[in-house]
C-alpha cells in the first residue's frame, strides 16, 4: 500500500512537471510566433521613406545664420531585421553678415555671404532595439555637399573696398546620429535624431511600404 501511493505520487509530480514543461513550450512557441507577425516594427525586405526638418545645423562655415533649416528627404531599405541601407538628400541655407565703417563718411555699411547646400549621400542604421511599435537606433551617412555661395553688400559704392570672395563651404559630408521612430500604424509614424554633420537634431515622418 505505502509502495503503491508513492508510486502514485511519484507519477503525479512526474506529471506536473511534464504539464509545467508544455505550458511553457507553447508560451516559447506563442511569442515566437506573435514577435515574427506583429513583434518587430522593422522587418527584412521593408522601405520606408523619411522626410523632416533639422534643428541647430552644423554643415557649411562657422558663424553663420541659418535663413532655411536643413530639410531632408532619405530612403531605406531594410536588408534584415537589424539592419538598413540607403540615400540622403538635404537642404540648407545660411548666411554669414560682417559690416565695416568707411573711413571717408564714417558709414557703417553691412555686407556678407549667401551660401546653399545640397547634400547628397548614402547612409546606414543599425537597429539595436526592434519592438512593435519603436525602435531604437544608430547610424551613419556619408556624402557630398554642393554649396554655392553668394556676396551681398547694402551699398554696391562700397564694393570694391572689401574682398567679396565668400568662403569655401563645400566637400564631404558625413554624419552620425542616434535615433528613434515611434510607429502609429503598421506604415506611418514619427521620427527624432540626434547627432552631428548635418544637424544636431531633427524630428519627421517616416512611411513604411
Known amino acids: 500500500m505505502l509502495i503503491t501511493k508513492s508510486i502514485q505520487t511519484k507519477n503525479l509530480s512526474i506529471m506536473k512537471k511534464l504539464f509545467l514543461l508544455s505550458a511553457i513550450l ?19 525586405g521593408d522601405v520606408m521613406i523619411n522626410a523632416g526638418i533639422g534643428f541647430l545645423p552644423t554643415v557649411g562655415v562657422s558663424d553663420v545664420e541659418t535663413t532655411v533649416p536643413p530639410l531632408s528627404v532619405s530612403g531605406e531599405y531594410v536588408v534584415s531585421d537589424n539592419i538598413s541601407i540607403g540615400g540622403y538628400i538635404g537642404y540648407v541655407e545660411n548666411k554669414s553678415e560682417l559690416s565695416f565703417s568707411s573711413p571717408m563718411d564714417n558709414k557703417t555699411i553691412t555686407y556678407g555671404y549667401d551660401y546653399s547646400h545640397f547634400i547628397i549621400g548614402a547612409r546606414g542604421s543599425y537597429y539595436f532595439v526592434n519592438e512593435r511599435d519603436y ?9 557630398y555637399n554642393a554649396a554655392s555661395s553668394s556676396f551681398y553688400i547694402e551699398d554696391d559704392d ?14 564631404f559630408a558625413f554624419a552620425g546620429f542616434l535615433g528613434a521612430k515611434y510607429f502609429f500604424s503598421d506604415n506611418v509614424g514619427a521620427y527624432l535624431e540626434l547627432g552631428y554633420g548635418v544637424s544636431i537634431a531633427s524630428v519627421g515622418l517616416s512611411l513604411k511600404f
Do not use: P, T
Not at 507553447?26 to 527584412?44: P, T
Not at 525602435?135 to 556624402?143: C, D, K, S
Not at 562700397?158 to 563651404?169: G, H, P, R, T
Open 26 to 44: 507553447m508560451l516559447l512557441a506563442f511569442f515566437s510566433q506573435a514577435k515574427a507577425q506583429w513583434g518587430s516594427s522593422v522587418r527584412e
Open 135 to 143: 525602435v531604437l537606433y544608430a547610424g551613419g551617412m556619408l556624402g
Open 158 to 171: 562700397y564694393e570694391d573696398m572689401i574682398s567679396n570672395q565668400a568662403q569655401d563651404a563645400g566637400g
